[in-house]
Structures are given as structure tokens and as C-alpha cells.
């Protein structure tokens, strides 16, 4: 119950294009819901975040879309760059966990020029 | 605003050697937290700490991982003796508060730790 389920694990998209990706979650007590972007030889850093009280929330081009009903919660990247390529990772928080991250599994992203 | 600071960046040891790492989080962040992270997987945590106290250090491998934040500022992670399994990226992270509402961790660039 405690799990993060990310898809897909790999994602290859043209540039300009709008890649997506999806977590799913069991534990309805998680109130927290960030996605991490992580280059290659650095540490995850902070993309955007939502909280269940909203469905989508938009940081320049980078949307999350919160489906509360579904326990479900994507990563949305408009107008893709080559520099938008990195692993991507969702995670979810809860109070009852002493507010620690529970991971996804990652996805790794390449846009094509 | 200077980010978490981790040093060394790299190092390589043989099996059964002890290495340290250490960390210094962004200034009046109150938890901090060390991850281990094996290529290609997400970051699994090790333990966490408030001030200078002890949060969870669950998975922590306390018979060869050691933790301290004396100050309840910089950090310090010890292997000792290390294990070929122990190759991973070590990421250190600090967040402002806990348990009130402030969830962001801010991660340091990690420490890849090679054991041969």
C-alpha cells in the first residue's frame, strides 16, 4: 500500500512533442505529490508538486494532472526539449510516514531533436 | 540561496574498507536525510534526521552504516567495512521543517561510491 507504481519506464519523444507519464497509488493517506527531474551524475531536484486538494497545477511547461478518484497523477511536458532528457520521478508524502518520499521507479526520457 | 553540499563527489575503496561521507544542508533546514541510490532505481532512504536527532533510521544496515548530525547541522554517513553491494550514489537532502506542512527536500549533487 505503501507503493508508487511509475509508467513507462522509458519514453522517446520527438521534439515539440508532449510526453507523458503516469503513477498510480493505494494509500489515500498520501497528501503530497512531487515530481523529481534528474540529470545524469546530479541529485533529483524539484520539478513541481501538487497537493489532492487541486487536479492540475502548471509550472511553465510542465503540468501535473491529479486524479483523486483514480489514485492516479501525471507528468505532463509541453513543447519538449532535447534539454528536457533526464529521468523523471514521481513520489508521494504522507503525514502518517513521517512525511518521507515514497518513490516511483523512475522514467527515462529522451526527446529527439 | 547555496544548495546541499556533499563531499567527495566520487570515491573507490576495496571491500572491507570504511569510507565516510559528509553533508552540509542548506542553511536553517531542520531535516536531513540520506539516500542511497543504485543506477537505474529510485532513492531509497537510510535515515532521517531533525535537529540533531534521530527521525527513522529503519533501513538503515546499522551492523556496517553509521549516522551522525551532531550539531543538528552538516552530517556525516560512515561504511564500515563496505560491501561489494554498497556501490550505489549516496544523496544527501534537507528539507525546512517537519510535520508542519513543508515537504520539499532539496537534494546535493550525491557521492558515487565505487567498491571493488
Known amino acids: 500500500q505503501q507503493q508508487v507504481k511509475q509508467s513507462p519506464q522509458s519514453l522517446i519523444v520527438q521534439k515539440g512533442g508532449i510526453p507523458i507519464i503516469n503513477c498510480a497509488y493505494e494509500n489515500t493517506a498520501f497528501d503530497y505529490f512531487p515530481w523529481y527531474q534528474q540529470f545524469p551524475g546530479k541529485g533529483p531536484a524539484l520539478l513541481i508538486a501538487?497537493?489532492?486538494d487541486v487536479s492540475e497545477k502548471k509550472e511553465g511547461r510542465f503540468t501535473i494532472s491529479f486524479n483523486k478518484s483514480a489514485k492516479q497523477f501525471s507528468l505532463h511536458i509541453m513543447d519538449s526539449q532535447p534539454g528536457d532528457s533526464a529521468t523523471y520521478f514521481c513520489?508521494?508524502?504522507?503525514?502518517?510516514?513521517?512525511?518521507?518520499?515514497?518513490w516511483g521507479a523512475g522514467t527515462k526520457l529522451i526527446i529527439k531533436p | 540561496e547555496a544548495g546541499v553540499a556533499q563531499s567527495p563527489r566520487y570515491k573507490i575503496i576495496e571491500k572491507r574498507q570504511s569510507v565516510a561521507f559528509w553533508c552540509n544542508p542548506i542553511s536553517g533546514h531542520a531535516t536531513l536525510y540520506w539516500y542511497q541510490q543504485i543506477l537505474g532505481q529510485g532513492p531509497k532512504l537510510l535515515i532521517q534526521f531533525q535537529n540533531n536527532g534521530v527521525v527513522d533510521d529503519s533501513q538503515l544496515p546499522k551492523d556496517r552504516f553509521s549516522a551522525e548530525r551532531l550539531k543538528g547541522v552538516d552530517s556525516t554517513l560512515k561504511i564500515q567495512p563496505a560491501k561489494l553491494e554498497d556501490s550505489a550514489v549516496y544523496l544527501c537532502a534537507s528539507s525546512l521543517v517537519w510535520g508542519q506542512g513543508s515537504y520539499e527536500q532539496y537534494f546535493g549533487p550525491g557521492t558515487r561510491l565505487t567498491v571493488t
Open positions: 513520489a508521494a508524502s504522507s503525514p502518517d510516514s513521517n512525511y518521507q518520499l515514497i
Open positions: 501538487i497537493r489532492p
